[in-house]
């Protein structure tokens, strides 16, 4: 983190409501990145984009979609069509080939 | 494509015990190599990386790591752990070529620390 935030921290949800989690960052980096990270799977890429309005899928991007309108900001949609989105999602920037995380958000299905 | 195969999901240790947490890639291409270090509900700290050069890497809080081309191994030690490293080790590659910096995590090794 450092430079990357992400709000908010915590988020309830109802069945069958979409629901928008943040990702902003400072530090001036193209490429950014979602992950979801469910016990003892370690993380999985939802979405990732190298530059602005530019985006592509990852390996879990059923039930999400995500938008690049500015090269500070990576919002992340969970959609009612994601069968079991109760998670850690974490978002990542990627200077020079190490990626550098935000805190995270836990959302949670209620 | 690559994977990553961390070969203990739960590491119990003393206190001022030396550790190990193994782990081992497939790629069919050359790689880089990474630890991340995850307290709880927090996202992933860099603690250190391969990218060229010594096959001994060392990184933050004593840790180090070694590279081994020949295994596909990438190992993490410290020689003398403290309470406070208890939390979640992952190791990542990702593929040396041009394009899209994908990381390709394993599955995380839990590590405890005992008095």
């Known amino acids: 983190d450092g430079g990357i935030t992400q709000s908010p921290k915590y988020l309830f949800r109802k069945e069958g409501q979409n629901v928008t989690l943040s990702c902003e960052q400072n530090?001036?980096?193209?490429?950014m990145y979602w992950y979801r990270q469910d016990p003892g799977q370690g993380l999985r890429l939802i979405y990732y984009s190298q530059i602005v309005n530019d985006f592509q899928k990852g390996d879990i991007a059923e039930g999400y979609s995500v938008s690049r309108e500015k090269k500070e900001s990576f919002p992340l949609t969970v959609t009612s069509a994601q069968k079991n989105p109760t998670a850690f999602y974490l978002c990542?920037?990627?200077?020079?080939?190490?990626?550098?995380f935000g805190p995270g958000t836990r959302l949670t299905v209620l | 494509a690559q994977s990553v195969t961390q070969l203990d999901s739960q590491v119990p240790v003393f206190e001022e015990a030396p550790v190990e947490l193994r782990c081992n890639y497939s790629?069919?291409?050359?790689?880089?190599l990474f630890w991340y270090v995850q307290y709880p509900n927090q996202g992933l700290q860099l603690l250190l990386k391969y990218l060229s050069g010594s096959t001994l890497v060392k990184g933050i809080n004593g840790f180090e790591a070694e590279f081994n081309k020949s295994q596909t191994s990438f190992h993490l030690r410290k020689p003398s752990v403290h309470i406070s490293d208890t939390a979640e080790y992952f190791c990542a590659v990702r593929s040396r070529g041009q394009g899209a910096q994908k990381l390709v995590f394993g599955q995380g090794t839990r590590l405890t620390i005992n008095p």
């Open positions: 790629s069919s291409v050359s790689v880089y």
């Open positions: 990542a920037v990627a200077p020079f080939g190490e990626q550098f």
């Open positions: 530090l001036n980096h193209d490429a």
